[in-house]
């Protein structure tokens, strides 16, 4: 992952014009009028189950991106052809045993044949290389500049779960990272420091500067949580931009770890899920963001806004979508500003849609979406209406931070992080059970941790003990969605800094 030679200035967010000219420089601007030129997998290399601008009869308008498979998994192979009816498993794809993620991580990804052919889930990782350099006096910095830079080098793993096709998860998996190594230089000088300073040009205005940052708690990983916040709205703008220039529609969710300086920082937007395992313990590391998990907030933002609701929805919830029957009547509900129940007397404005509606993974914001955080979603609108859905859709991730020097990491612990396809058919007790197993039943085979993210897989599809299992209702859940699996080892990081 080189940085680009031209950046635009820190505080300026990018352009899609800037942006075109440094990554999609061997990929024409497409504009609307060219959507039928160039459909997905139109000329592509190094693809992964791609055959053409067609998957099971539907064509994709012309990408920013061209899709493509993750570099890692380049030379593995193409897909055979869907299989309808599901007479044998689905192909899961790992990379080759010459082929290193960082800390030696292990990848596996699954795609549902009967949706596409393309895969909607991305994939990226590798490292990322923060240039620095140590503050001085106004008369130094010239001499600064003729200087060569240091660099902090962290390494990042990503997923994006992609929905309305693919467009979205791949402009997500080229830039997220470059927006983000950006906005890590912006505020890098106060990351290193022994207290994040008032001042970043290295002057103080108030004596007490110090007292204020250390009252207010702020520490060197606050900066660090800030920075992946900003880098994930720089990507959705710049998700925004392309996505209206190419006449191309769509979101995915993102789910990335970043780790820098002795810190994991797990940052989730959407409904992907990590989790630390370790020999007796589990802790899950993000939360997943669906319209249920975020009621409140999409209540509060429609109370402050109604007009968002164009007077179609009711931001109210109740049990059950209201009848004319029950106009009168006193019913339960609840509003933004209750986490308990209480019952109110029903107005014909309360029969109206409502804003969160279902429950569960059936719930959905406006009807429409299923997931309350993400990036892009910039077009979507509720059906036959004027709606948009973007509003309340939050592009700012949770972000959880895990101190690797204040763990007791052994051999086997691992962090699982995948999409929701595979959380849809195991649990987190399930998975950690399954990895467990495996990491101490194979502990000699060098590329043991992508072969348990196969055997994760594999438990989705009906598949136990190498043999394929026909699923019928209420005996094996089998997942149909597109999964992708990262398996990161903590050991080998901790092994790496004692040995150096």
């Known amino acids: 992952m ?6 635009p200035p820190a505080s300026a967010p990018m352009s899609t014009e ?15 009028g060219q959507s039928k030129a160039r459909g997905w997998g139109a000329g592509l290399e190094d693809t992964v189950g791609n055959r053409g601008p067609q998957a099971c009869g539907r064509t ?4 920013p991106l061209p899709y493509r498979r993750p570099k890692f998994l380049h030379g593995v ?12 498993p689905r192909p899961v794809y790992c990379p080759a045993p010459d082929r290193y993620l960082p800390w030696n991580a292990g990848y596996a990804e699954v795609i549902n044949a009967e949706k596409s052919e393309f895969n909607e889930d991305q994939a990226a990782c590798g490292q990322l290389s923060i240039k620095h350099r140590e503050l001085g006096d106004s008369e130094d910095q010239e001499w600064m500049i003729l200087c060569p830079e240091e660099s902090v080098t962290g390494c990042y793993w990503a997923l994006f779960d992609g929905h309305g096709g693919p467009a979205a998860a791949v402009i997500a998996s080229n830039i997220l990272h470059r927006c983000l190594r950006v906005k890590l230089e912006d505020v890098v000088e106060g990351i290193l420091a022994p207290q994040p300073p008032m001042h970043l040009s290295g002057c103080c205005i108030c004596p007490s500067d110090p007292q204020f940052v ?8 606050d900066l660090v949580i800030g920075a992946i916040e900003k880098a994930f709205q720089e990507c ?3 998700i925004g931009q392309e996505m209206t220039a190419t006449g191309q529609s769509g979101g995915c969710t993102a789910l990335t770890i970043l780790y820098l300086e002795g810190k994991l920082y797990v940052a989730n937007a959407g409904d992907s899920r990590a989790i630390l395992v370790q020999r007796e313990s589990l802790r899950a590391l993000s939360s997943e963001f669906t319209p249920e998990s975020e009621r409140q907030r999409i209540q509060h933002l429609a ?22 029957e029950d106009v009168g009547q006193k019913v339960l509900f609840r509003d933004y500003n209750m986490n308990g129940w209480g019952y109110k007397q029903v107005e014909k404005s309360d029969l109206k849609y409502p804003l969160v509606h279902g429950q569960g993974k059936q719930a959905r914001l406006l009807g429409t979406l299923a997931v309350s955080r993400g990036l892009g979603d910039h077009q979507l609108k509720v059906l036959d209406s004027d709606i948009n859905i973007k509003p309340f859709l939050l592009s700012i991730p949770e972000v959880t931070v895990i101190d690797l020097e204040q763990q007791d990491i052994q051999e086997d612990d691992v962090i699982i992080m995948a999409t929701d396809g595979l959380w849809d058919v195991l649990s987190n007790e ?5 990895t467990r197993t495996f990491l101490q039943d194979n502990r000699h085979d060098p590329n043991r941790l992508s072969e348990l993210a196969k055997l994760l897989i594999h438990r989705t599809q009906g598949k136990e003990d190498s043999i394929w299992e026909q699923s019928s209702p209420g005996n094996v859940l089998v997942s149909y969605d597109d999964i992708s699996v990262f398996v990161i080892p903590l050991h080998h990081k901790k092994q790496r800094r004692r040995d150096s």
Do not use: C, M
């Open 236 to 238: 959705d703008t710049v």
């Open 60 to 63: 994709w308008p012309a990408s």
């Open 2 to 7: 080189r940085a680009p030679r031209e950046l």
């Open 18 to 32: 800037w942006f075109r000219r440094r990554f999609l420089h061997r990929v024409p601007s497409w504009g609307r």
């Open 77 to 88: 192979g193409l897909a055979p052809r869907p299989d309808p009816y599901q007479t044998r």
């Open 303 to 324: 109370f402050i806004h109604p007009r968002l609701l164009a007077n179609e929805f009711t931001r109210l919830e109740f049990p059950r979508r209201l009848k004319s």
């Open 430 to 434: 399930q998975v950690a059970q399954l």
């Open 214 to 221: 250390e009252e207010k708690g702020i520490q060197a990983q």
